[in-house]
């Protein structure tokens, strides 16, 4: 688990090196428990280790471990909340003290980023239809706000790391924020956003379900948020402002107001580029739109 150790390392410190190695006996305890056949680890995010398996009527399933107990409750909340969409994985079991989900595998399981990029807008505009009809529940406890003031305040103590405060200094950052806080103050409709709806938590459903969100952070906020991880992708490839005006007539979206959240967002793209070795003319476009 050394590349999943590095991820979570990230996110959590090096601490999480005594969770990780739990993990195997966890594993098991929660396999015997549910009747559950453990296969391979399936490379994951920063945040969860995903082991696939079995249930025990055959049918390809998930198990979802992280050391953010916490988090996986939050998820299965959401998944249940987004549930009558069609549009999340089902889940199965959960185990809040142990940290663990059982969802179901989504099958073919193609990540958005390996599919045709022809169709994709229209196939991203139809999940984003679905997704966001669904009703957000009275009094749920999380906006777009608030994302924003964790990621920024969690995010930024990156900035001290000098390959990364060598590319983004503090006039970009708070450039970023002030435009974060401009683009909020100016919300008109709110829908019930994923909230993290990048191209790897977008998985091929096949032809009767379509693509397939996973791993959602649910917020109420701006619907052109769950478009904006997918236009700043396009860095490197058509370009940012040409898959922005595309994204946004498939999606149905407010082009301008999607424009000025890549700009949000593009100091935090840099960030993850240069923590994995992205390559440099993807960075420099980013660069060009912090600023």
């Not at 390392?9 to 594993?27: N, Q, Y």
């Not at 390809?60 to 909340?81: F, G, N, W, Y």
Request: net charge negative; with cysteine.
């Amino acid at each position: 688990m050394g590349d999943v150790g590095a991820r979570l390392a990230l996110r959590f410190g090096p601490e999480v090196d005594g969770w990780l190695a739990e993990v195997p006996i966890v594993a098991a305890r929660l396999a015997s428990r549910w009747g559950l056949v453990l296969g391979e680890p399936i490379e994951g995010g920063a945040s969860s280790v995903v082991l696939r398996c079995r249930w025990p009527d055959g049918t390809p399933t998930v198990l979802k471990l992280s050391p953010d107990r916490a988090l996986l409750v939050e998820q299965t909340k959401m998944l249940s909340v987004f549930a009558s969409s069609g549009r999340v994985p089902a889940v199965l079991a959960t185990d809040a003290e142990a940290g663990a989900m059982v969802l179901e595998e989504v099958l073919p399981g193609i990540a958005a980023e390996d599919m045709p990029r022809t169709s994709l807008p229209q196939r991203w505009g139809e999940m984003l239809a679905a997704l966001h009809a669904v009703p957000p529940p009275a009094g749920w406890p999380w906006d777009l706000r608030g994302r924003f003031e964790e990621s920024f305040a969690r995010i930024s103590r990156r900035l001290s790391e000098p390959a990364i405060g060598a590319r983004i200094d503090q006039a970009t950052w708070q450039r970023a924020i002030q435009r974060c806080e401009t683009l909020l103050d100016t919300q008109t409709t709110l829908v019930l956003l994923h909230g993290d709806l990048h191209l790897g938590n977008a998985l091929d459903g096949g032809p009767s379900r379509g693509l397939i969100a996973i791993d959602p952070k649910a917020c109420t906020g701006d619907p052109c948020f769950d478009a904006v991880d997918y236009v700043v992708a396009g860095a490197g490839h058509e370009g940012v402002a040409t898959r922005c005006q595309r994204v946004a007539t498939a999606c149905g979206l407010d082009g301008d107001r999607l424009y000025a959240w890549s700009r949000v967002i593009a100091p935090m793209a840099v960030i993850a580029h240069l923590t994995y070795d992205g390559p440099e003319p993807v960075i420099d476009e980013l660069l060009t739109l912090t600023r």
